[in-house]
């Protein structure tokens, strides 16, 4: 007997497209590497190597074009911060060879200085007039076995004391008696400061005590 109910139609279902895939190239790795291009201008070498790094993420994630862009971007980013730190070192070492920051072996005669709380060669040059721990009253030209090369201390520190001791007898006479507590103190160039041209030891009267000099020595 045959059915009185025909069969149903056969039912199509579209099938299931496949998602689109991201075409073209990634706008930030573009932008990285043409900041990092210009990375010597400093700011923009942050932001390429922000932007590398973010458009690394975006590309891993939506499979666009431009890892290499932003892969140059960072190294050049790295490569620029990395010379800018370097010129930057080498500016401030620059400076203190040439004394920009004063040293007791860079000061001329009649300058005076206030030493830092530890003893040594640094110093800060001030007027004669304001309270001071020291003045270079003179200067002993010194030599070495070589010409451009450091002696060392022991050819040096022999000359620069009995050098500066003949310089405080012609100079103040046996009697001299400061206006306080002070005693003979004598400076003589390291080896940075010998390869800046520094060949002369600097003759001092220092304070012994916390009492300070507030005028320029007689004598």
Known sequence: MSNPHPP?????????????????RNGLAVASL??????????????????????????GRTGQSGRGLAITGIVLSLVWAGGLAIGVIYI????????????????KVG??????????????????????????FDTVPLKGYLKGEYPGEDTLEPQAKSGCEAKRAARFGA???????????????????????KAAAVCTL????????TGPLGG
């Open 175 to 197: 009697n001299y008696t400061p206006p306080v507590a002070a005693e003979l103190a004598v400076f003589y160039p390291d080896s940075a400061a010998w390869a800046a041209g």
């Open 34 to 59: 043409i900041l990092g291009i210009l990375g010597i201008c400093g700011f923009s070498l942050i932001l390429g190597l922000i932007l590398g790094i973010v458009a690394l993420v975006q590309i």
């Open 206 to 213: 220092q304070v012994t005590s916390d009492t300070q000099f």
């Open 111 to 136: 300058e005076c200085y206030n030493t830092p709380p530890g003893y040594g060669e640094d110093a800060t040059k001030v007027a004669c007039t304001a309270p001071h721990d020291g003045e270079v």
């Open 8 to 24: 149903n139609p056969p039912q199509w279902m579209p099938g299931a497209q496949a998602p689109v895939q991201p075409t073209g």
């Open 92 to 107: 401030a070492d620059k400076a203190k060879t040439t004394g920009t920051t004063p040293t007791i072996v860079g000061l």
